[in-house]
């Protein structure tokens, strides 16, 4: 190195250290800034700030002498930070922080990733050169001597910065080029750790639906509990605002939009423009929906404000939210709003969903040329399914797509599976207002299958009054109305299934023998509605059977004269349409879902449909298993969410108890009184008590005393209890109070053997519709047992726990002052 290059460093050395403290105090700053800024937008991210150390200004000056020949003057990097996040979202947010609260010089500054060819893979750190702005209030101290100077700001995930320490800081220095085999080394580990990045993103959005969506999963106590222990964390910190997003999150679920307001406004009070553009988005969305009724009010205008303020930053959840709020007020406002939405995620549902549904009705033949980015909706849609995140929307979505794609019977099943998962009547009412829109452009049948789905949802489980007052005008004209005890049996019509009418016919003539009021089936004579008819016909007056047919039957089918009543629907066609008609009538006859149940023996798409329908609006459903087809595929669906159908063994004992538990009839001289059931129970489990610890520790929960007996085995007990009665009529006999006059009757080894049968058929299908499941072993806690198996199938040993539970009735009644009767033969 020459004299003058010498004496020229030592000047330009003197130079810098002349403002070195004010570069140092400018690092500080930004360390402060920084770090405020991130405690929001990357919570864990790593920030480091500095000034550049004498020795390496040193060493640049000379490396860049001919480029920068004046460094204090023309190096951006005297003062530098760098923030590292955990994922690229992170990394976006902090880009955009920097580039609306700093000014960017974007001539120097350097987005690494955008130089790499796409068949690249190298460093990928975004580097903004920025000058604190004197308008912005930072909420930390800018002393005046750093206002103008200029900075480097790094912004890099985790997986970047790896490998920018370990390659690029290593090697961009250096003055020989690397050997070509540690270069392909190095490109592959590029490759991997970019791989990386993306998976921790999509991990993330995961996730962070996953936990929005969470409060779905909850039971109502459950989730009332959650929020009552968040409230109370919260007190000591109202403005955390992850916090009060979890609370509410759980908070929208149920609807509750003042608790979302309340544990919302103070963050937006307290951090002011650093609000978390999801507390702004959800802040602004629980104001519009609580004072929908106010569109013009302070409160109203105030939530669209935050979903504008929202919307700002990208999130296409507010824009659309804020799009929701002017449809039907100002459409071409909401239109331009979904447009905006869809421009920025093409195949976001949301926005893509609201857009077609809008822009229909003015382009008509939108769906064609835009069909390829509804499919891919589709399945982002299911992946979210898949994941069980953006509960229950993403289930709506599909709906309404398939809608769209012609596609009616997988929109009605997403649609009911929706329904399971809604727990507030808002989102059926917004999932209802959108088809109502789309009735305008799309004529298909499914259209309407789905709004009436909806309806009957939002009358039966939501009381919805103007949804029951529809109902009601859309029940079958002049007919009469379905009281008592409702059953529905559905399966398989198709000429397949002849080969099997011969086992179904003794189990479907088996689960009718108890049920005393009204039959629903499909009312043809083919497959398993046939077999109901045949049974009205053997039953006379009864059985009330009522089929539903299409105004003009296939040529495939014939109508059975077995039932007492036939009522139509429209069209030529057997669909979805005469279940839902059924529903319809049995909502306007004040039947409650929830006291129907539902038997499903195999079936078709049309079957299918009724299935799904029954779970949604609450009815109890079981399929008989192995009987293949719809049946089969709805019981195999493992993961469904809500209660699902019960798994039922084609026993008819089993499903004789599963359509009509027996129970006292009402009114019954030797009824139970309430405590009399009590004491009944209590001996019942007394009784199994003392068998069972002969053979076995008393470590089973079922083997507590009656005090500290879990509730649903106390159920258990009451239901032999209340079955004593049906279980001696059954065999003749009759329960009378003590001291009545006549002989005291006992059962014969012949009539204890049907009872015993009966009894473990009541017990198999009371634990199954409670939630319990075969297993290898009984375990009390996974609600396992090997014993919910057909009498056929049962040990021995295991069947003489029935016969001595029959034995032990008479003496059961005897404890409460009571007693049997033989009935005299007619």
């Known amino acids: 190195m020459s004299a003058d290059d010498r004496a020229w460093l030592a000047d330009q050395v003197e130079r810098y250290l002349a403002v070195l403290p004010r570069y140092a105090r400018y690092a500080e700053v930004l360390d402060s800034v920084l770090r405020r800024a991130t405690a929001d937008l990357a919570p864990l991210a790593i920030v480091q700030a500095r000034h550049k150390a004498v020795a390496s200004f040193a060493e640049k000056c000379l490396r860049k002498r001919v480029k920068r020949p004046d460094p204090v003057a023309q190096f951006t990097d005297l003062a530098g930070a760098r923030v590292i996040a955990r994922t690229r979202s992170e990394v976006d947010a902090v880009c955009r922080y920097l580039e609306d609260h700093f000014e960017i010089d974007w001539e120097d500054s350097l987005d690494a990733g955008a130089r790499l060819r796409p068949s690249e893979f190298g460093y990928r750190s975004v580097h903004y050169i920025v000058t ?4 912005v209030d930072y909420g930390v101290e800018v002393p005046p001597e750093v206002l103008g100077l200029r900075a480097e700001v790094q912004a890099r995930t985790i997986a970047e910065h790896a490998y920018s320490d370990v390659a690029h800081d290593l090697t961009y220095k250096g003055a020989f080029e690397l050997p070509l085999a540690w270069r392909r080394e190095l490109a592959g580990v ?3 750790l970019e791989e990386v990045d993306g998976v921790f993103t999509r991990l993330e959005d995961g996730l962070r639906e996953y936990a929005s969506s969470y409060g779905r999963f909850l039971s109502d106590a459950d989730a009332a509990a959650e929020i009552q222990r968040l409230a109370i964390v919260l007190e000591h910190d109202p403005a955390n605002a992850g916090l009060a997003e979890r609370l509410a999150r759980l908070a929208m679920v149920r609807g509750d939009w003042d608790l ?21 988005r959800d802040l602004g969305t629980a104001l519009c929906k609580r004072h929908r009724s106010e569109p013009d009010g ?34 071409a406002r909401a239109l331009a709003l979904y447009r905006r939405g869809f421009d920025l995620d093409p195949t976001n549902p949301y926005p893509l969903g609201n857009y077609l549904e809008m822009q229909l009705d003015r382009e008509p033949g939108l769906i064609d040329s835009i069909r390829p980015l509804v499919r891919q909706s589709v399945e982002r849609c299911r992946h979210q399914v898949a994941a069980g995140v ?17 596609e009616p ?6 649609l009911a599976v929706a329904i399971e998962q809604s727990a507030a009547a808002w989102v059926l009412q917004t999932s209802l207002a959108s088809l109502e829109r789309l009735t305008r452009t799309l004529r298909a049948p499914g259209v309407e299958w789905a709004r009436r789905l909806l309806l009957l949802a939002l009358a039966s489980r939501f009381d919805d009054d103007a949804a029951r007052a529809r109902v009601r005008d859309l029940a079958t004209p002049g007919v009469q109305r379905l009281v008592g005890q409702v059953v529905i049996v559905a399966g398989g019509t198709d000429p397949r299934v002849e080969e099997r009418m011969a086992a179904y016919r003794d189990l479907v003539r088996a689960a009718l023998a108890d049920v005393r009021g009204t039959v629903v089936s499909g009312g043809t004579a083919q497959g398993i509605c046939g077999l109901v008819g045949e049974v009205g016909r053997e039953r006379g007056a009864s059985l009330r059977t009522v089929g539903y047919l299409p105004a003009v039957l296939p040529g495939d089918a ?18 979805p349409a005469q279940p839902l008609q059924n529903w319809t009538d049995l909502l306007a006859s004040g039947v409650a879902p929830s006291s129907v149940r539902v038997l499903g023996i195999g079936g078709g798409r049309i079957a299918a449909a009724e299935y799904r329908i029954a779970l949604a609006l609450g009815a109890t459903v079981g399929l008989v298993e192995d009987s293949g087809r719809e049946a089969g595929r709805l019981l195999a669906e493992e993961s469904r969410p809500g209660r699902g159908p019960v798994r039922l063994p084609a026993d008819g004992e089993t499903l004789r108890a599963f359509l009509a538990p027996p129970m006292w009839p009402l009114g019954e001289a030797g009824a139970l009184g309430e405590e009399e059931r009590w004491r009944v129970a209590l001996g019942v489990h007394e009784a199994y008590r003392r068998e069972r610890r002969r053979s076995q520790a008393p470590v089973d929960p079922a083997l507590a005393a009656w005090a500290d007996l879990p509730a649903d085995l106390q ?12 279980k001696a009529a059954r065999v003749g006999c009759v329960v009378v109070p003590a001291g009545t006059p006549g002989e005291p009757a006992t059962f014969t080894d012949a009539e204890v053997e049907t009872l015993a049968q009966a009894e473990h058929g009541r017990f198999v299908a009371e634990r199954l519709v409670a939630g319990w499941r075969p297993g290898e072993v009984k375990d009390v806690a996974a609600r396992t047992s090997p014993y919910l198996v057909p009498w056929a199938a049962l040990a021995e040993d295991i069947r003489d726990r029935d016969r001595e539970a029959v034995r032990a009735i008479p003496g059961l009644l005897a404890e409460v002052g009571l007693g049997l009767r033989r009935v005299a033969a007619r």
């Open 132 to 135: 604190l702005r004197p308008d």
């Open 190 to 192: 590029a490759a991997t």
């Open 260 to 280: 979302v307001v309340r544990t919302l406004t103070p963050v937006v009070e307290t951090r002011g423009d650093r609000t978390p553009s999801a507390v702004l």
């Open 298 to 331: 302070a409160a109203y205008r105030a939530g669209r404000g935050y979903l504008e303020r929202a919307g700002e930053s990208g999130d296409v959840d507010a824009i659309c939210s804020l799009a929701g709020t002017w449809k039907g007020v100002d459409d």
């Open 390 to 406: 953006n509960v229950p929307w993403a289930r709506y979505d599909l709906a309404r797509f398939h809608l769209l794609l012609d």
């Open 409 to 414: 019977y997988e929109a009605l099943d997403h």
């Open 558 to 575: 014939n109508l059975d004269p077995g039932y007492t009543e036939i009522r139509r629907t429209g069209g030529d066609a057997f669909s």
């Open 715 to 726: 159920a258990s007990n009451l239901a032999q209890a209340d079955a004593m009665g049906a």
